[in-house]
C-alpha cells in the first residue's frame, strides 16, 4: 500500500482522539468519544501492517494478541472499585512501550542526529519514570504494597538519582555510538527513579500522582513519536500530556495540595497527629435502630459516601435505604467530595452504577453552603473528606483541604468499621463533636439494618 | 521530519490538549483521564514499527520490540475496555451536567 495512505490515515486517526477527547468531557456525547477513539485505534494498527519493509509480523501478532487480550480480560473483570489501579497500571504499560521503544531504537544504532537523540532519551526517561512509578501506585491502590516507604534524607536521593540519571543520558546523547552498557545502566536508573519518587507517597495522595504519571506517559510517547517521524504518535501524546497536565492541576487543587507537596512532603500517619490541636470529647455510639429513627423522621438527609462504602460494595444498599425513606417523604441527596473514591469522579462512577440518577448527586461547592440546614448527614465510609481540622488546624498535614462541612449538619451518623483513623492516618475531629454519632460495622451490615428498622417503623 | 516544524506540532497539540478538556465536569474526571489513557495506548503503532524494522537475527532487539508490542497493546486494549465501561454508565436516565 502507498506511504500517502498510511501518512493520510495516521492524520485522520490524530484527528479522531482530539474529537473523541473532546467528545468524552461531556456526559452527554462521552460515549461516543470513547467508540470513535476505540475505531480510530483499531484503523491505525491495521494501516501500521501495510508499513514498508515490516518484518518480524508473525511475533507482532503474537506480541498484540497477547498483550490485548490479557489486559482485555482484566479491564473486563475489574471491579469497579478497583479501575483507579487498573488505569494505573495500562498507564504504566504506555510508558513501558515508549521507553522500549527508545531502548530498541539505542539497540539498532539507528539514532545519530543529536535532537533525535535528546528526545529518546527524554521519552526514555519520562517512560520508564512512569513505567515504575505505576507499578507501584498499583500495588498500592491494590494492597500490594501495604506501608509508605520512605528513605532517610529521601529527597536528597531523590534528586541525586535524578541528576545521576540525567548525566548518563547526556553521555547518551554526545556519544556517537553509545556502549550498551552505558544504555541499560540508564534504564535501570530511571526505572529506580520512578519507584523512589512514588513509594513515599501516601494512597490519598495516589490519584494525583497517577493523572501526573499519565501525563507522563503522554509526553513520552510525544517525544519517542519525533524519534520515529510519526505524528500521530506526536500530536496523540502531546495532547494526553497537556490534558493530563491540566486535569492533574485539577485534582491537587482539589486537595489543596500543590504538586510538588504531593512529591517532595508526601502526607504520612507517624507525622500527622500528636503535635496541633487537642481534640476533645468523646466518640458516641449510635444503634442502627436509633440510626433509622432518625433519619426516618427527617425532612433532608444528606448522604456522603466514601471508598469505605464503596470497599464495602455497599452503594446498592445505600441506594435501596435511600428509596424506602423518600417513600417515606424525606429528602435525600448525596454529597460528593471531589476526591471521594481513590480518584476525581470516581464515587459518581460507583453511584452510577448502583443506580443512583444524576439530579441527586451534588458536589462539594453546590451543598457546602446547605449543611446547616440539613438533619441528617449520613458519612459512608469518608473520613478525612469530613475532618473538619482541615479548616481549624494549621499544623494538619490536610489543612486548607476543602471538606464537605458535615458537622455543620443538625445531627452527624458516621458508618464506620472501626475505630482508627482515616487512610492518611489524621485522627477526625467530626468523631468527637457533640452532634456526631457513630455507627460501627461494615458498610453492607450497618445499612442493612437501617433498612430493617427503616421498614419497621413503616408497619 | 523537519526541527522546526514538528516544534510547531508540539506546541499546537499542547494547547489542544489544554483546550480540549478545560470544561470538563467533576464526574468525568476518571473517565476521561482513563480515556486520555487509551489514546496514548497509539504508543503500539510505534512499538509495530520499531519491531518491524528490527533485525530478525538479533534475539535482544526482538525481545525488547515484542515487550514494547506487548505493553502498547495492553495499554491500548485494557484503556478501552476500562473507558467503555466507565462510561456505558452515562447512558440513558438524567440529563444533569453536574458543576465543575
Redesign the interface.
Known amino acids: 500500500m502507498a506511504n500517502w495512505f498510511i501518512q493520510a490515515s495516521y492524520f485522520i486517526v490524530a484527528v479522531v482522539f482530539i474529537l473523541g477527547l473532546k467528545a468524552m468531557s461531556s456526559p452527554v456525547t462521552a460515549r461516543k468519544g470513547i467508540v470513535w477513539a476505540g475505531y480510530a485505534m483499531v484503523a491505525a494498527t491495521v494501516v501500521t501492517f501495510f508499513t514498508p519493509d515490516l518484518h518480524n509480523v508473525g511475533l507482532m501478532v503474537l506480541a498484540i494478541v497477547s498483550g490485548g487480550a490479557v489486559a482485555w480480560w482484566s479491564g473486563k473483570t475489574v471491579k469497579m472499585t478497583d479501575m483507579p489501579q487498573m488505569v494505573a497500571i495500562y498507564n504504566g504499560m504506555g510508558g513501558g512501550a515508549a521507553a522500549a521503544i527508545a531502548a530498541l531504537e539505542f539497540a539498532r544504532g539507528e539514532i545519530t542526529d543529536p535532537v533525535v537523540a535528546t528526545l529518546a532519551v527524554l521519552g526514555a526517561l519520562i517512560g520508564s519514570v512512569a513505567f515504575s512509578g505505576s507499578c507501584i501506585a498499583y500495588a498500592k491502590l491494590q494492597g500490594i504494597m501495604k506501608n509508605a516507604f520512605r528513605l532517610p534524607n529521601q529527597n536528597l536521593v531523590n534528586i541525586g538519582l535524578a541528576v545521576l540519571t540525567a548525566v548518563l543520558g547526556l553521555a547518551i546523547i554526545v556519544s556517537d555510538t553509545p556502549s550498551s552498557t552505558l544504555i541499560v545502566l540508564f534504564f535501570v536508573l530511571a526505572l529506580a527513579l520512578g519507584a523512589i519518587l512514588t513509594s513515599p507517597i501516601g494512597g490519598a495522595d495516589m490519584p494525583v500522582v497517577i493523572s501526573l504519571l499519565n501525563a507522563f506517559t503522554g509526553l513520552a510517547v510525544g517525544f519517542e513519536g519525533y524519534v520515529l517521524g510519526n505524528p500521530a504518535l506526536i500530536v496523540a501524546g502531546i495532547v494526553v500530556g497537556a490534558s493530563g497536565t491540566l486535569l492533574t492541576q485539577l485534582m491537587a487543587k482539589a486537595m489543596n495540595r500543590p504538586i510538588t507537596n504531593v512529591i517532595f512532603t508526601p502526607i504520612s500517619g507517624a507525622a500527622a497527629g500528636g503535635e496541633g490541636e487537642v481534640i476533645e470529647g468523646t466518640m458516641k455510639e449510635f444503634s442502627a435502630l436509633d440510626a433509622a429513627s432518625v433519619m426516618r423522621y427527617a425532612s433532608k438527609v444528606a448522604i456522603v459516601p466514601g471508598y469505605g462504602m464503596a470497599v464495602a460494595g455497599a452503594q446498592h444498599k445505600v441506594w435501596e435505604m435511600a428509596q424506602l425513606l423518600e417513600e417515606g417523604g424525606v429528602e435525600v441527596v448525596f454529597a460528593i467530595h471531589p476526591v471521594a473514591g481513590r480518584m476525581p469522579g470516581h464515587m459518581n462512577v460507583l453511584l452510577a452504577e448502583a443506580g443512583v440518577p444524576y439530579d441527586k448527586i451534588f458536589d462539594l461547592e453546590e451543598i457546602n453552603a446547605d449543611f446547616p440546614q440539613i438533619d441528617v448527614a449520613l458519612v459512608i465510609g469518608a473520613n478525612d473528606v469530613v475532618n473538619p481540622v482541615a479548616r481549624t488546624d494549621k499544623t494538619s498535614p490536610i489543612y486548607g483541604m476543602p471538606i464537605l462541612n458535615v458537622d455543620m449538619a443538625q445531627n452527624v451518623i458516621v458508618v464506620k468499621r472501626g475505630k482508627g483513623a482515616g487512610y492518611s492516618g489524621i485522627e477526625n475531629a467530626l468523631f468527637y463533636k457533640d452532634n456526631c454519632r457513630m455507627l460501627y460495622g461494615s458498610a453492607q451490615e450497618a445499612i442493612a439494618q437501617v433498612i430493617t428498622h427503616v421498614k419497621a417503623l413503616e408497619s | 521530519?523537519e526541527?522546526y516544524a514538528?516544534l510547531y506540532?508540539?506546541m499546537l497539540?499542547?494547547?489542544?490538549?489544554?483546550e480540549?478538556?478545560?470544561?470538563?465536569?467533576?464526574?468525568?474526571?476518571?473517565?476521561?483521564?482513563?480515556?486520555?489513557?487509551?489514546?496514548?495506548?497509539?504508543?503500539?503503532?510505534?512499538?509495530?514499527?520499531?519491531?518491524?524494522?528490527?533485525?530478525?537475527e538479533?534475539p535482544?532487539?526482538?525481545v525488547?520490540?515484542?515487550?514494547?508490542?506487548?505493553?502498547?497493546?495492553?495499554?491500548?486494549?485494557?484503556?478501552?475496555?476500562?473507558?467503555?465501561?466507565?462510561?456505558?454508565?452515562?447512558?440513558g436516565?438524567?440529563?444533569?451536567?453536574?458543576?465543575?
Do not use: C, W
Open positions: 521530519m526541527g514538528a506540532i508540539f497539540a499542547a494547547f489542544t490538549g489544554y480540549v478538556i478545560s470544561r470538563v465536569p467533576v464526574i468525568l474526571h476518571t473517565p476521561l483521564m482513563s480515556g486520555s489513557n487509551f489514546v496514548h495506548g497509539v504508543v503500539l503503532v510505534g512499538a509495530m514499527v520499531v519491531l518491524g524494522h528490527a533485525d530478525p538479533d535482544v532487539q526482538l525488547i520490540g515484542f515487550i514494547a508490542v506487548f505493553l502498547g497493546a495492553a495499554n491500548a486494549a485494557g484503556g478501552y475496555v476500562v473507558t467503555e465501561r466507565m462510561l456505558a454508565m452515562f447512558k436516565g438524567n440529563k444533569k451536567e453536574g458543576g465543575a
